[in-house]
């Protein structure tokens, strides 16, 4: 008989009870458990040490960005102009750039390439 269902009518207890089922020993078992115990401890010492490395990392980085803002990342050259007259010009040329393209002179391209050299 042909059936559409999804069970295994031909299959019963008594037919599983003497299916051959391998499993371990206690023994063995006992010996697994050990060495998942043993694995699982070395997995927990290193997520510890990549939890410990990334909050390093992280304190690593944000000294870095405050180095560089603060411009101790390299040696400072004396006869470079202030931060502030740098950001004055750039602001200046800027808006000399936008003059000149309201007024229509000079073409697109000389335009975006002097935008360009700003940045």
């Not at 927990?44 to 180095?67: G, T, W």
């Not at 000399?96 to 309201?102: G, H, S």
Request: net charge neutral.
């Amino acid at each position: 008989m042909k059936t559409d269902g999804v069970n295994q009518s031909n299959i019963n207890g008594e037919k599983l009870i003497n299916y051959p089922f391998p499993y371990c020993s206690t023994l063995e078992q006992k010996k697994i458990l050990e060495i998942l115990d043993e694995k699982l401890s070395v997995i927990d010492v290193f997520l510890d040490n990549i939890e410990e490395n990334i909050a390093r990392s992280e304190a690593l980085r944000q000294s870095i960005l405050k180095k560089a803002f603060s411009g101790q990342l390299v040696p400072q050259d004396p006869n470079d102009e202030p931060a502030s007259v740098l950001l004055e010009r750039i602001a200046r040329e800027k808006a000399e750039v936008a003059v000149t393209a309201k007024k229509g002179r000079g073409s697109k391209k000389i335009i975006k390439q002097k935008a360009y050299e700003l940045l």
